[in-house]
Structures are given as C-alpha cells and as structure tokens.
C-alpha cells in the first residue's frame, strides 16, 4: 500500500448505530487530518493529530470522537449521527510541522450515508 | 480572517481547448501558501502545487502552469489543450506560513468537463 488509505469506501448507518472509519498513511509523516465535504460547501476541517496528539478540534459535535494510536492510524467513531452528517470524510497526512505548513496528502475518501 | 474564491461554479469545454479556473484570495498574512488540489469523481484530492507567497514566478508542468498574482490576489490555474481525463473538481486553498499546523482554506471548488 502506497499514499494515504481510508476503509470502508462507502458506509450506510442508521442514526442509532456505532460504526468507525480508519484511516492510514504510509508516507511517514507524523500529523494526520480530518475533513468532512458535505455536498456545495468547502471542505471543513474537523480534527488535526500532531505525533498522536490532537492539536484542533474545530467545533466538531462529540458524536464524531476521533482516536490517533499512533502516527500512521486514525480513526473516527461515530455515534448517534443525524442524516445532515452524510458526507465525505476525507483523512490527509503531512510531515511534522515545522516553521510552515506542509503538503497535505488526502486519501480517497469514506463516502457516508446516514438514513 | 482567511478565504478563497472560485467564482466558477462549473466549466464545460471541448477537448483540446485551453481553460483557465480561477482563484481569489484574502488574507492578513504577509507570508501564506497557496495550493491546487484536483478531486476527480474517485474521490481522492489529488495535490498538484504549492505556492509560498515570495515567490511570484508563473510555473509549468507539462498542460498545466499556474499565474501567481500578488497585486490582484489572485493564483489561476490553466490547463492547455484539455483532455477528458482532466475533467475533475479542482480545489484552491490558502494557509498561513506559521509554527504548528496551519489548516488549509478551501474554495468551494470549480467542475471542469472536458467534453470529447
């Protein structure tokens, strides 16, 4: 496996049920993102892990719980979520910061669908 | 506060034609990054440029060149003699240049169609 991965692809949840999203990067870098694309709006920061630490949490609601066990997995657990979460959750990686920001690289994606 | 502008929504050009997508940028900041991402219909952001603001040097690579201008605030992106694998929803996004991880600001994206 090369790049940036996300399992599953496509997930469809009722609004009771737990599932989580996995994500990993195989480029060695040591901060991992998560984004959410919701159909006609910009891509929306929702976490930001540093070396397994999480540095921002850009007001994301606590039915979305991320976990980083280390500096190549994250994931994302979900819980009780509403239809508007239906979405695309995108992971990205970039190496450690530094003194700018550095390319960030996405996966390919969960595509989510919340009934 | 930050933010990018791709006032075009959707683009549709004939094969082999020039198209140029467009992106307006505001910032505070003296020293940011600008960056061009493509997202064809598999999903996956696909990184194309990085742009540090002290360097205003138009770019090339291969069908693709960049024009970084700071005066307008502007870093549009053209792709010469389209093909239909170019057709995807490209994305401009602005960052600060600090310490720590700077979350990219994404325009709301342009969906290009190369028609054959």
């Known amino acids: 496996e090369t790049g940036v991965t996300q399992t599953p692809r496509h997930l469809v949840m009722g609004m009771t049920n737990k599932k989580s999203l996995k994500c990993e990067q195989h480029?060695?870098?040591?901060?991992m993102y998560w984004y959410k694309q919701s159909a006609k709006k910009p891509l929306e920061l929702m976490f930001v892990?540093?070396?397994?630490?999480?540095?921002e949490n850009n007001s994301v609601p606590s039915r979305f719980s991320p976990e980083c066990p280390n500096s190549s997995h994250l994931f994302l657990h979900l819980h009780t979520l509403q239809p508007e979460d239906s979405a695309l959750y995108l992971c990205a990686s970039s190496q450690a910061p530094g003194k700018g920001p550095d390319t960030q690289y996405f996966g390919p994606g969960t595509r989510l669908t919340v009934l | 506060a930050q933010k990018v502008t791709q006032a075009q929504t959707e683009i549709s050009v004939v094969e082999k034609e020039d198209v140029t997508l467009d992106c307006v940028y505001e910032t505070r900041d003296t020293t940011y990054y600008l960056f061009w991402y493509k997202q064809p219909p598999s999903g996956e952001l696909v990184f194309l440029i990085r742009?540090?603001?002290?360097?205003?040097q138009n770019e090339i690579s291969g069908r693709y060149s960049w024009n970084f201008q700071k005066s307008t605030s502007s870093f549009n992106f053209t792709i010469t003699a389209s093909q239909v694998v170019d057709s995807a929803v490209y994305f401009c996004a602005l960052s600060e240049a600090r310490a720590g991880n700077t979350p990219l600001v994404f325009g709301k994206g342009t969906r290009l169609s190369v028609i054959a």
């Open positions: 892990y540093n070396f397994k630490e999480q540095t």
């Open positions: 480029l060695g870098h040591n901060a």
């Open positions: 742009r540090n603001s002290f360097d205003e």
